[in-house]
């Protein structure tokens, strides 16, 4: 069974600050890996596809990286709007299979 | 504007089938499979399975084999999704959420607001 490990569940930063959030997987995933930006209210964002790429309209302080089973979201000088649930999702074994992260929530310090 | 738009809040008894809408606008209906998951409270999103909407196709997650089915009318451009045999532990925020094709793979891009279903005696 495939595990997705997030952390941290929580974080509180300040705005400006530089923010690393990590994405574990259980097994090999290869590059598959997304990352979204979700708000109360809103549907969640796409924002990186396949580790590294940056949705449409993504703001370049987004970064992914990673490989295998570590992957990370970084996100330069935070916004206020960058204040949300972040979660990640992996499709190895798509279209059969999709699992998706716990979450981390980036608050406001 | 592109976007889903899924239907309303519902609550089931235990034993009921639960019935959600996700209508799409501002995209061609077809050209884009749909997906459904789900979330309950305090855990992960799950994903639940696919409808190709051009063919009718559908997969769905083994663990909710015998349960769900996925249908769709594209003349609405609507997508359904029906969970059967309703348990408490089915209380969640159901998504539906269309997918695109990345050079990795097909990745939800665009994702509905979610239906709340409660599952309570």
């Known amino acids: 069974e495939m595990i997705m490990t997030q952390s941290p569940v929580s974080l509180s930063v300040s705005p400006g600050e530089i923010v690393t959030l990590s994405c574990r997987a259980s097994?090999?995933?290869?590059?598959?890996l997304a990352w979204y930006q979700h708000k109360p209210g809103q549907p969640p964002r796409l924002l990186i596809h396949?580790?590294?790429t940056r949705a449409a309209d993504v703001p370049a302080r987004f970064s992914g990286s990673g490989s295998g089973t570590e992957f990370t979201l970084t996100i330069n000088s935070l916004q206020s709007e960058d204040f949300a649930l972040y979660f990640c999702l992996q499709y190895s074994n798509w279209p059969h299979r999709y699992t998706f992260g716990q979450g981390t929530k980036l608050e406001i310090k | 504007q592109v976007h889903l738009v899924q239907s309303g809040a519902e609550v089931k008894k235990p034993g009921a089938s639960v019935n959600i809408s996700c209508t799409a606008f501002?995209?061609?209906?077809?050209?884009?499979?749909i997906h459904w998951v789900r979330q309950a409270p305090g855990q992960a999103l799950e994903w639940m399975g696919w409808?190709?909407?051009?063919?009718?196709?559908?997969q769905n997650s083994e663990r909710f084999q015998g349960r769900v089915t996925f249908t769709r009318d594209s003349s609405a451009n609507t997508a359904y999704m029906e969970l059967n045999n309703l348990k408490s532990e089915d209380t969640a925020l159901y998504f539906c959420a269309r997918d695109r094709f990345y050079k990795g793979g097909d990745v939800f891009d665009l994702w509905g607001l979610g239906t709340m279903v409660t599952v309570s005696s």
């Open positions: 396949d580790v590294s």
């Open positions: 097994q090999n995933i290869g590059n598959h």
């Open positions: 409808i190709n909407v051009a063919h009718g196709n559908t």
């Open positions: 501002g995209y061609s209906f077809t050209d884009h499979t």
